[in-house]
């Protein structure tokens, strides 16, 4: 049952809310029943964000139910079922090793059972899996249920483009935020010292203080002395940022793995970016330019993923192997996922529905490459080409 039923079910003795100081040090009035948290995935990303989570809900029992479930899409690791082996060693032998999962943390293979009695639903798989997963959801969750996608990607169909988060809203009713950041899981995995941005505005039906998700509840569930986290209102720049740095990541590894240094990568980076806002400003007018280079899911995004991210590496490895970019990634990534391969192919068939490929050229030659066979050493020469044909119309 959500928190918010459970609520109007006991609200005869209430005796009114008391006030309470979460673990990230904010004030917060007492719900009168602990959110229950699950999160949907359990990758690299996935478990790392279940895990910080897993943290904040043990020492925040006021306002958190203990145990946080999380989905796991089950498979075998040497024999024995993944979730097994999460709920035994406590470790995600798979998709985090080396890093020690708390306790409370659940794993789940069955779905619907995860999410049973959830007040909180954090997203967080690959984005091609999205459809099925909620598709699946339907009819199993309250639209009271209040969301936060980590996600990085868009959803292209009938609707035009449209960010993930309003896709899961569309799907299943509940309001859906965003946590984007300069995060590389394996760094946060470790607890060394990053930022992050969580964007939510709260629902038209907010429930108050206390009685609903709101900015400050979601800093005591994300924010960690390791992990620190500021939230803002803006759901579209934190997501379009977030999904965009991706193919620009694979840009960048094109120039890195044909040798061409840092100036080249600079370069992309900078083309990148400016798509990136202008993509925003275009598509999604509500996003604000300054989340891209005030926040963490902006700028600071594009840097750690350009320096390190798996996009790159995939970027890089098909420079330096000559394969493309689904073997390059099997190979490197044991059943991870480098988001900017799907992003791009959903970039350029939007542009192409609004005849705007020219007008982004660094996202086209990324699509180009990676789809259409075109020599990566054309990257500049059609950033500058497909721009001087957008500027002459
Ligand atoms: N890994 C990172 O450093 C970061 C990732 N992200 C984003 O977080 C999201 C999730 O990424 P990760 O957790 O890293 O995932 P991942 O890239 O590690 O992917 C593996 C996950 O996909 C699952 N999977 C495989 N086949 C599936 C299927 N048919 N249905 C459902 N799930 C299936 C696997 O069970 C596993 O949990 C992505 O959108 C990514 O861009 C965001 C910030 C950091
Ligand atoms: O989104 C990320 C960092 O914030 C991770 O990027 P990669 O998927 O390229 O590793």
Redesign the pocket.
């Known amino acids: 049952m959500a928190a918010v039923d459970r609520l109007h079910q006991t609200s005869s003795h209430l005796t009114g809310s008391a006030l309470s100081r979460s673990s990230s040090g904010t004030a917060l009035k007492l719900s009168v029943h602990p959110f229950k948290v699950t999160v949907i ?8 964000i279940a895990k910080v989570i897993a943290e904040n809900t043990c020492l925040n029992p006021q306002l958190f139910v203990k145990d946080v479930q999380m989905w ?2 089950e ?1 075998k690791v040497d024999g024995k079922k ?1 979730t097994e082996i999460i709920n035994t060693k406590h470790e995600n032998v ?2 985090l090793p080396g890093i020690t999962l708390p306790g409370n943390l659940v794993a789940n293979p069955d779905l619907i059972d995860s999410v049973r009695g959830a007040d909180i639903i954090v997203f ?4 091609q ?1 999205l459809p ?2 909620v598709k699946q959801l339907k009819g199993h969750v309250q639209p009271s249920v209040r969301a936060i996608s ?4 868009f959803e292209v169909g009938p609707n035009g483009v449209q960010l993930l988060s309003a896709y899961i809203t569309q799907e299943l009713g509940m309001e859906c935020g965003a946590l ?2 300069a ?4 760094e ?1 995995a470790k607890e060394n010292w990053s930022e992050t941005t969580v964007a939510y505005q709260l629902p038209s039906d907010f429930r108050g203080e206390g009685k609903d998700v709101d900015h400050k509840l979601l800093k005591a569930l994300f924010h960690r002395p390791y992990f620190h986290v500021n939230v803002i209102e803006d759901v579209a720049g934190v997501s379009i940022a ?1 999904a965009l740095k ?1 193919v620009v990541a694979l840009g960048c590894g094109f120039v890195e793995g044909l040798g061409w240094g840092n100036n080249a990568a600079a370069a992309i980076q900078r083309v990148g970016l400016g798509e990136i806002i202008k993509f925003g400003q275009v598509f999604f007018p509500e996003s604000k330019v300054e989340t891209y280079y005030k926040e963490s899911a902006g700028v600071a995004d594009l840097i750690t993923t350009c320096s390190g ?2 996009n790159v590496r995939v970027g890089k490895y098909m420079a330096t192997s000559g394969k493309n970019a689904l073997d390059s990634e099997k190979e490197l ?1 044991n ?5 900017g391969i799907i992003t791009c192919k959903e970039v350029h068939e939007w542009l192409s529905s609004c005849k705007k490929t020219n007008e982004f050229p660094l996202f086209e030659a990324v699509y180009q490459i990676v789809y259409n066979g075109v020599p990566m050493v054309r990257l500049p020469d059609m950033i500058e080409e497909l721009g001087c044909i957008a500027e002459e119309k």
């Open positions: 995935g359990s990758g690299n990303w996935g478990t790392t796991v899409f498979e993944l798979k998709y967080n798989i690959p984005h899996f099925r997963i980590c996600l990085k990607g984007s950041g995060n590389l899981a394996p946060v977030g991706n991210g798996r990534l059943g991870q996922s480098a988001q």
